[in-house]
T-cell receptor, first 114, second 113 residues
Framework: KAGVTQTPRYLIKTRGQQVTLSCSPI?????VSWYQQTPGQGLQFLFE???????NKGNFPGRFSGRQFSNSRSEMNVSTLELGDSALYLC?????????????FGEGSRLTVL | GNSVTQMEGPVTLSEEAFLTINCTYT??????LFWYVQYPGEGLQLLLK?????DKGSNKGFEATYRKETTSFHLEKGSVQVSDSAVYFC????????????FGQGTRLTINP
C-alpha cells in the first residue's frame, strides 16, 4: 500500500512569492491534515480536511490556506511568503473513527524562503 | 490550552542501556496520548498510543503508561539498539478536533554501539 506522498520535496522561494504544496493520502483515507515543523516552534497543526471540508484550523494567519479535492488529495497554499515561513511542511492522512490520532505522515516538503 | 512538555535532548546512550524519555501534558478532559518517532530522512510514524488512564501502549520493545494522576506518559525501553536512534515526539489529541495533535518539542536520541 503506497504511503503519503508529498510534492515537491524541496523548494526555494523569495519573500513575497506564494507557494503551493501537494499531498496524496493513503488510498482510502479521507482525512488529511497539515503540520508545520520548525526548529524553534516544533510541530504545529495548520488545518485538517475531511470530505473536501475544512474541519479544523490551527492558529496561523490567513496567508495559509488549503483545500481538498474529491479524490482526497490536498493542497496547501502560502501567499506573500515571509522568512519565518521557512519550514518542513508535513502532510498526514488518516481513516476516521476509532483510530483517532493515528496519523500517517509523508516525508514532508522543505520550504526555504530567501 | 493543551500542551505537551518532554525532556530536552539530545540524549546519548550506549547500546543495551535503559531508556526513559519523560513526557508530561496539560489538557482539559481525557485526551489520547501518543509517541511518534522520526527516523533520519523519514516521516513521522506512530510508535505507540494509549487512549485512557492506566492504559499501557507498547511496540517494538517500547512502553508508555497513561498516568492521569501525574499527567505523564513517559517512554521506556529496557535495552536500546543503534537502530533506535531517532527523534521521539510525545503528543496528545486535542479534543477540539479528531485528528488535531499537539506535539512536544521532540527528543533526539542517539545510541552508540
Amino acid at each position: 500500500k503506497a504511503g503519503v506522498t508529498q510534492t515537491p520535496r524541496y523548494l526555494i522561494k523569495t519573500r513575497g512569492q506564494q507557494v503551493t504544496l501537494s499531498c496524496s493520502p493513503i488510498s482510502g483515507h479521507r482525512s488529511v491534515s497539515w503540520y508545520q515543523q520548525t526548529p524553534g516552534q516544533g510541530l504545529q497543526f495548520l488545518f485538517e480536511y475531511f470530505s473536501e471540508t475544512q474541519r479544523n484550523k490551527g492558529n496561523f494567519p490567513g496567508r495559509f490556506s488549503g483545500r481538498q479535492f474529491s479524490n482526497s488529495r490536498s493542497e496547501m497554499n502560502v501567499s506573500t511568503l515571509e522568512l519565518g515561513d521557512s519550514a518542513l511542511y508535513l502532510c498526514a492522512s488518516s481513516s476516521v473513527g476509532r483510530n483517532t490520532g493515528e496519523l500517517f505522515f509523508g516525508e514532508g516538503s522543505r520550504l526555504t524562503v530567501l | 490550552g493543551n500542551s505537551v512538555t518532554q525532556m530536552e535532548g539530545p540524549v546519548t546512550l550506549s547500546e543495551e542501556a535503559f531508556l526513559t524519555i519523560n513526557c508530561t501534558y496539560t489538557a482539559t478532559g481525557y485526551p489520547s496520548l501518543f509517541w511518534y518517532v522520526q527516523y533520519p530522512g523519514e516521516g513521522l510514524q506512530l510508535l505507540l498510543k494509549a487512549t485512557k488512564a492506566d492504559d499501557k501502549g507498547s511496540n517494538k520493545g517500547f512502553e508508555a503508561t497513561y498516568r492521569k494522576e501525574t499527567t505523564s506518559f513517559h517512554l521506556e525501553k529496557g535495552s536500546v539498539q543503534v537502530s533506535d536512534s531517532a527523534v521521539y515526539f510525545c503528543a496528545l489529541s486535542d479534543l477540539g478536533g479528531a485528528q488535531k495533535l499537539v506535539f512536544g518539542q521532540g527528543t533526539r536520541l542517539t545510541i552508540n554501539p
